[in-house]
């Protein structure tokens, strides 16, 4: 079995498979999100009390706190040969 991990900041992976999006946890629905996943037990705060820069919702409906930058655990997921679809190049026609 082969199972691809991606590394969310010190030390802590999750099964890349398994992460249904990678956010900013800045606007209020995403805190509201966060707050409920708390109350509900299904929170895990991989932060090691540094400040919350993204938020993985996993697809088992757990959601994960990383304070690294949410795109820079995307540009983890994607292979490097690949250019990520959402990056801007600049340039026309691409």
């Known amino acids: ?6 590394n969310i900041g010190f030390g802590n992976v999750v099964m890349a498979d398994k992460v249904v999006a990678i956010i900013s946890p800045e606007s209020a629905p995403i805190k509201r999100m966060v707050q409920e996943a708390r109350e509900g037990n299904k929170l895990i705060d991989a932060t090691f009390g540094r400040k919350t820069r993204a938020v993985l919702m996993m697809d088992n409906g757990q959601i994960i706190l990383s304070s690294l930058q949410a795109e820079t655990i995307a540009h983890r997921l994607v292979p490097v040969e690949e250019e990520p679809v959402w990056e801007e190049t600049g340039k026309v026609g691409e």
């Open 1 to 6: 079995m082969n199972f691809n991990l991606l």
